[in-house]
């Protein structure tokens, strides 16, 4: 049976290989690619429009349980990334 996973961003389902694991540290929300750091995870598309709504909904806030502003540079590059490779997280 293939993990599946609710993107933040859009609320649809999707296969864990097809999202991006992101997890909080500090205030930073970094990307886990190997989906083995420690702490909540939020699963999200690896594209732009998902990211925007994930922010216009706070939804990593709620979901990582965490308060304040989170710094999402690290996602903006992980996206601009996988756009230029044409990737999307490989491990599972």
Do not use: Y
């Not at 599946?4 to 864990?16: E, I, K, L, M």
């Not at 083995?36 to 598309?45: F, N, Q, V, Y």
């Not at 806030?61 to 756009?83: F, K, P, W």
Request: glycine share 8%; net charge positive.
């Amino acid at each position: 049976m293939v993990p599946v996973r609710t993107c933040v961003g859009c609320r649809s389902r999707a296969s864990r290989s097809s999202l991006l694991r992101v997890v909080a540290r500090g205030s930073e929300l970094v990307v886990d690619h190997s989906a083995t750091l420690p702490g909540r995870g939020a699963w999200l598309h690896p594209t732009g429009e998902c990211l925007a709504k994930a922010l216009q909904r706070r939804a990593f806030g709620r979901a990582l349980r965490v308060e304040g502003a989170l710094d999402t540079e690290a996602i903006q590059a992980a996206l601009r990334e996988n756009r230029l490779n044409g990737t999307v997280n490989s491990n599972e």
